[in-house]
């Protein structure tokens, strides 16, 4: 009787694949344990344990695992069943899932190593020139890896060389797996035990009188060592001795002193004194007990809270609770920029208990979070972090608290799998049995509406702390404002008024414009001509800064023309404003204070938002100009006046979500005014003062604009009152789109009927040379959602088995928001 195992390949397909293991392999082997393990030809991967059996494959002959990489499972049991729900609801594979989660220092991939065949006697003259270079770079090197290959022929398609010399025999190749993740170890010195007795230290102090930089060295490591017990590092003793790493390098090879190293974690908690958390007042403690209360009978319970109404607080408290109980809390955040703020502020109530989790984090770093996850360990009882954090393994999770749950960054979108970060929180609080908290002071509309019909708990906290009053909205009307000429560039005449005003107050401004770069569209005022984007059908967007054409989609960029690249004339305008625009008009309007600008631009570097927020903060910056980055819960104390530049951009949407979202976004941003016992100030520059969105925004109506969204919704058939799932279809071929996607439809068209919107090319029809057609899928509230899904699923087999339709990429996007 054959032993075998079942794993997951970090690889798009379907099923998982059976290996062959030895019967001492089977008793070791758990579940969540990683083996590499050979697939195709020649490939090695690294592959995840999800059962151990008897029973062999029908239809394949199971190949041996190459090797058993862990001791211990590093993926648990609660996160594989995390793992199958999200590939069964999104509609992916456990392969994307696999590839999604781990840190990619845990997905070993193979390399193919090329070494000289020794017993073979090769005559020069046999070889063709690309053969005699490879073969002679193995003279002088033991190996050599297709990278090098590639470089020292300077040709991408090395394959056909190796084929050629492998059959003349002159060559041997194997794969090679590397193990990415390595540990930090940090340098360390002590003086050795000969030379650590009084004696021994007088005879080197003579020994070393014609040394002098060398005996420093010395003193300050016994000065160091006597005010401080503990290890010393190479850097700080190199620092204090003010000598050269060269120095110590010189002492160490003498055999004065011994190097030894000590492994640490990347990401360290600086800070010995932890502050009490805040004492809450009358309208937190209500909502604290509310939301208690709500957790006796309701999973998941949503706080809405205004702005500034003190939810961290309370989330405070309740983490607090689960802490004692020895329970892991995760606090989901939208933004890598709100990590920033909120570590300092967790650290100070929690000290080394909060790890934070997100993109900006090497790999070693990642690997460092998920092992002190895994392990349950003190610095990682709260995990903070961004939508990627969903997928750790949490061994025993009490509590996940989403904060802005209304977010559309909780949605990946690419690559899949495409999951809701707030919908697997759910889930995953679900398969720990523990609570779900959402927060947010624009709540979806999905949301909200379960709140409604009783699925959620809910909490209303309506009050701003210390009773701080809701910032004044006023909406100014820049069509009559350009009639009477009271426009200087972008910036009404009111709100000049009110940004002088505010400044001589020694207040700050936050600007907000929701699109980055100088100008969106530049266009020749001869013949008309606006630079395109040659992979996109998108005009580019020029940045100032690098005087550069850009575009955002792609990423394709080109020098500013001089002159029209059709007509030559030198007239070109620029139509529509970005932050850039905005920032320098700033400068001209106010040229004695600081103009600073957070966008995707500014902030590329690991600690790009850290330093704009920080500066902010310190009074650094008078005036912040940034894009929706700042709308998301940031907390700034001294900001009196938010300007909003131009509403109407955002509610032209062609989406069937632009109220909503124009809504949140408005409302957000208006938070950040007036935090503290003034009264804050926002002013929204729009064409459309009357418009019901920004009237429901200036008097601060969530439930009026709940209500009449609701409404159009029901009309209109879209969530949450119907599910949605979009079909995507790409290609570089505009025909082979448009046929293959009008026989997509028409085929859901026969099982779901008039619930079929669509094909339909989107308003940005081309993306990086792929042209895409979206279909749209309906769900009624009674269909069963398990079936449509099957349904497409057979509809999207049957068309990659048609052979013109095979090259075509068809993406399935659940729950499309």
């Known amino acids: ?472 909205v006023e909406l100014v009307d820049i069509k009559d404002k350009q009639k009477r000429k009271r426009m200087k560039g972008h910036f009404s005449d009111r709100l000049i008024e009110e940004m002088t005003e505010t400044l001589e107050n020694g207040y700050q401004i936050i600007l907000f414009q929701n699109r980055r770069g100088f100008s969106p569209i530049i266009e020749c005022n001869s013949c008309g001509h606006a630079p395109q984007c040659p992979n996109c059908d998108v005009s580019l967007t020029f940045h100032q800064y690098r005087n550069q054409l850009r575009c955002h989609y792609c990423g394709y960029n080109s020098v500013m023309p001089k002159s029209c690249e059709a007509c030559g004339s030198v007239e070109l305008d620029s139509k529509g404003f970005g932050t850039e625009q905005v920032e320098q008009e700033a400068k001209l309007l106010f040229p004695d204070h600081v103009v600073g600008r957070m966008d995707l631009d500014t902030t590329r570097g690991k600690y790009g938002y850290e330093k704009i927020i920080t500066a902010l903060e310190q009074g650094e910056i008078d005036i912040l100009v940034g894009t929706q980055m700042l709308t998301k819960g940031l907390d700034f104390r001294n900001v009196k006046l938010v300007g909003i530049m131009n509403a109407d951009n955002m509610l032209n949407f062609p989406d069937f979500r632009a109220h909503e979202r124009s809504y949140q976004l408005m409302a957000q941003v208006s938070g950040r005014a007036g935090r503290t016992e003034e009264r804050g100030k926002v002013l929204i520059q729009t064409y459309n003062p009357y418009h019901k969105i920004l009237q429901q925004v200036s008097t601060n109506s969530y439930f009026d604009m709940f209500e009449e969204q609701l409404g159009e919704r029901h009309v209109y058939k879209y969530p949450p009152v119907f599910r949605m799932i979009k079909i995507t279809l790409k290609h570089k071929d505009y025909q082979k789109v448009d046929v293959g996607a009008d026989w997509y439809a028409r085929s859901l068209r026969t099982v779901f009927d008039k619930h079929v919107l669509g094909p339909e090319f989107p308003p940005v029809a081309r993306i990086r040379n792929q042209y895409l057609k979206h279909i749209l899928v309906k769900i009624p509230q009674k269909q069963s959602l398990g079936k449509t899904k099957e349904a497409i699923l057979k509809i999207n087999t049957s068309f990659l088995s048609v052979k013109d339709f095979r090259p075509i990429r068809v993406i399935l996007n659940v729950d499309n928001y």
């Open 1 to 472: 009787m054959g032993h075998f195992i079942n794993v997951i390949l970090p690889i798009p397909l379907e099923k998982s694949f059976t290996y062959a293991i030895t019967k001492a392999e089977a008793d070791f082997l758990q579940p969540g344990i990683r083996v590499s393990v050979p697939f195709g030809k020649s490939k090695i991967y690294t592959a995840l344990v999800i059962d151990i059996h008897t029973n062999a494959p029908l239809v394949y002959d199971a190949k041996e695992i190459h090797q058993i990489l862990d001791e211990i499972p590093i993926v648990t049991a609660q996160q594989l069943q995390h793992w199958q729900w999200i590939s069964k609801y999104y509609m992916c594979t456990l392969g994307d899932v696999m590839r999604a989660a781990l840190p990619s220092a845990f997905i070993l991939e193979s390399e193919t190593i090329i070494t000289k065949n020794d017993e073979q006697v090769i005559n020069d003259t046999d070889l063709k020139d690309d053969e005699f270079v490879v073969y002679e770079a193995l003279h002088h090197q033991s190996s050599l890896k297709i990278q090098d290959m590639m470089s020292i022929l300077d040709k991408k398609n090395v394959l056909p060389v190796i084929k050629r010399l492998l059959e003349k025999n002159a060559i041997s190749v194997q794969e090679e797996i590397y193990e990415k993740y390595k540990p930090k170890l940090v340098r360390y010195v002590k003086i050795t035990a000969q030379f650590s007795s009084e004696n021994g230290l007088q005879n080197l102090m003579e020994e070393l009188s014609r040394a002098p930089k060398q005996r420093d060295v010395i003193m300050t490591l016994f000065s160091i060592s006597a005010q401080t017990k503990k290890p010393i590092k190479v850097s700080d003793l190199s620092a204090e001795s003010d000598a050269s790493s060269s120095i110590i390098k010189s002492l160490i090879d003498k055999g004065i002193l011994e190097e030894y190293h000590i492994q640490m974690d990347r990401v360290l908690y600086d800070d010995d004194e932890n502050e009490d958390s805040k004492q809450l007042n009358e309208y937190q403690e209500k909502a604290l007990s509310e939301i208690t209360k709500s957790f006796d009978s309701q999973n998941i319970t949503l706080i809405h809270g205004v702005t500034s109404s003190g939810k961290t607080e309370v989330y405070v408290k309740l983490i607090e609770a689960q802490i004692e109980k020895g329970k892991q809390v995760l606090y989901l955040l939208p933004e890598i920029a709100l990590t920033t703020q909120l570590v300092e502020r967790l650290q100070n109530y929690f000290g080394e208990k909060v790890a934070v989790y997100h993109s900006k984090y090497s790999t070693n770093e990642r690997v460092e979070v998920w092992n002190n996850v895994l392990n349950n360990s003190p610095t990682a009882q709260i995990i903070l972090g961004a939508r990627s954090s969903v997928l750790l393994p949490f061994k025993n999770l009490g509590l996940i608290i989403v904060d802005e749950e209304h977010e559309s960054s909780y949605k990946q979108f690419d690559p899949a799998p495409r999951y809701h970060a707030r919908d697997s929180a759910i889930v995953l609080a679900n398969i720990f049995k523990s609570k779900t908290l959402l927060g947010s002071a624009t709540p979806s509309l999905e949301s909200y509406y379960n709140a409604q019909q009783g699925k959620y708990g809910l909490v209303e906290l309506n009050h701003r702390y210390n009773n701080v009053m809701m910032p004044d």
